[in-house]
């Protein structure tokens, strides 16, 4: 177990608590787990602002999952804790964004490998910022971050490494073809 572990819940594939197991172990048999129809939980965050742009941010090159990789905000469902407490940490962890009824919604559920890449089931939520310098990049998630349409974004995705199923969820959620 890693120092900065965290226990995660195991679900079946119809999303029901199976079994606990520290992130560490999941990460490193997440293959063999798939292969037996247990899955990880996420929830994934679009930071938007009042213009329609996303920020889309770097993940730092000293990230064991997608190092220097383009992504959105987001992570793994600790043990007991539902998709929406788990938006509104991450949000809060990773760019310092508090995230209100007000500013926030649910876009939609995603179950296993629904993305072409999705290894988990994810709840996918946005954010609309007010003032994008109340962004603040955890510098031990992001290096650095842009802002883009979700038009940009698609066409960003052919460029540069982009987090795997970044692009579905654009489609998916935004509308985009």
């Known amino acids: 177990m890693a120092t900065n572990d965290e226990l995660i819940d195991i679900v079946d594939a119809q999303d029901r608590v199976i079994k606990t197991m520290w992130r560490s172990e999941a990460s490193k048999n997440w293959q063999i787990m798939c292969d037996n129809k247990e899955y990880r939980r996420a929830a ?3 930071v938007a602002n009042k213009k329609g742009e ?3 941010m770097r993940r730092t090159e000293n990230k064991s999952y997608l190092p ?4 959105i905000p987001g992570g793994g469902v600790m043990s007991g804790e539902s998709y ?3 938006f509104k940490r991450e949000l809060q962890e990773e ?4 995230a209100q009824p007000e500013n926030s919604r649910y876009l939609g559920y995603l179950k296993p490998f629904e993305d072409g890449y999705n290894e988990g ?3 996918v939520f946005e954010v609309i910022i007010e003032d994008e310098s109340h962004l603040i990049l955890n510098a031990n998630d992001f290096s650095e971050s842009f802002w883009l349409t979700p038009h940009q974004l698609v066409e960003f995705t052919q ?3 982009v987090a795997p ?4 969820l654009v489609r998916q959620f935004y509308g985009i073809k």
């Open 44 to 46: 994934l965050s679009f």
């Open 121 to 123: 089931f994810k709840q």
């Open 159 to 161: 460029k540069d490494n």
């Open 84 to 86: 929406e407490a788990a």
């Open 95 to 98: 760019v310092g964004i508090n």
């Open 165 to 168: 199923g970044l692009l579905f």
């Open 68 to 71: 220097g990789y383009w992504a």
């Open 54 to 56: 996303i920020c889309l």
